[in-house]
């Protein structure tokens, strides 16, 4: 059974970092694509970054442009998050997904086996 779970959330300051973890069971994530999602109170879910089977990254919010970074441990079997630079707007749910493919995708529906989500709140 495949299975993500998110971890690493919790309460930051602004202008703090926290680094999300995406553990994936069930099947090897070595070239598959993994995406970080998010979302917040009230609002749709938005993708942030998807890094593909050749480790590339895709941002798919601008707002997060310079301040988060995806990587991959294929020894762990994890998708990491590092998020730098936090701001009260990036207050949400953060989850990971897969495509169970090479590449990353623009289209949300495109990712399946979601994790059940970690939460990130910015605040002082």
């Known amino acids: 059974q495949v299975q993500l779970v998110e971890s690493g959330g919790g309460l930051v300051q602004p202008g703090g970092s926290l680094r999300l973890s995406c553990k994936v069971s069930g099947f090897t994530l070595a070239y598959y694509a993994i995406g970080w999602f998010r979302q917040a109170p009230g609002k749709e879910r938005e993708g942030i970054l998807c890094i593909s089977g050749s480790d590339d990254s895709t941002y798919y919010a601008d707002s997060v442009k310079g301040r988060f970074i995806i990587s991959r441990d294929r020894s762990k079997n994890t998708v990491y998050l590092q998020m730098n630079s936090l701001k009260p707007e990036d207050t949400a749910v953060y989850s990971c997904?897969?495509?169970?493919?090479?590449?990353?995708?623009?289209?949300?529906?495109?990712?399946?086996?979601w994790g059940q989500g970690t939460q990130v709140t910015v605040s002082s």
């Open positions: 997904a897969t495509t169970r493919a090479y590449r990353c995708s623009a289209h949300q529906t495109d990712f399946g086996s």
